[in-house]
């Protein structure tokens, strides 16, 4: 089997699933954290990351990231029921990567090479799920 070459982006939304903003396709080998400095020119946002954006330090950006069990502590209630919350807030984000899956042609292999095409594409899926969901809330 061949080895694919994945991209990928960092994305944000607001709390009706709306896309706010979408990173610039790099490479699947980039770390989340190398994709969040790309937030710097903001002046503060808050947002809930994974595991990937663990330790992650800036001024203007506060991640919220659930917390980690360690080998000699298990967590405390408090800190379980924080991470039930942040799952439940997660769901949500992983429901609009749902959304954009359907739209096929990112969830295939790109095979055009052009020059920001997979970022384009990305783009253009990211825009048709906010059509839909303005669609959707005006019923």
């Known amino acids: 089997m061949q080895h694919a070459h994945t991209v990928k982006n960092l994305v944000i939304i607001d709390t009706k699933e709306q896309i706010k903003y979408l990173s610039e396709t790099v490479q699947g080998k980039i770390h989340d954290k190398r994709l969040a400095e790309q937030l710097d020119s903001v002046k503060h946002i808050r947002f809930l990351g994974d595991f990937g954006f663990y330790g992650y330090k800036n001024t203007r950006i506060t991640i919220k990231t659930p917390h980690k069990k360690s080998?000699?502590?298990?967590?405390?209630?408090?800190?379980?029921?924080?991470?039930?919350?942040?799952?439940?807030?997660?769901?949500?984000?992983?429901?609009?990567?749902?959304?954009?899956?359907?739209?096929?042609?990112?969830?295939?292999?790109?095979?055009?090479?052009?020059?920001?095409?997979?970022?384009?594409?990305?783009?253009?899926?990211?825009?048709?799920?906010?059509?839909?969901?303005?669609?959707?809330?005006?019923?």
Do not use: C, P, T
């Not at 384009?120 to 005006?138: D, E, P, R, T, W």
């Open 71 to 139: 080998k000699e502590k298990e967590l405390i209630k408090a800190q379980k029921s924080e991470n039930k919350l942040l799952n439940s807030i997660r769901l949500k984000i992983e429901n609009v990567f749902v959304h954009l899956k359907d739209i096929r042609i990112l969830n295939d292999k790109i095979r055009n090479y052009k020059f920001n095409f997979a970022h384009l594409v990305m783009l253009i899926g990211a825009q048709l799920h906010n059509l839909k969901k303005i669609n959707l809330s005006h019923g």
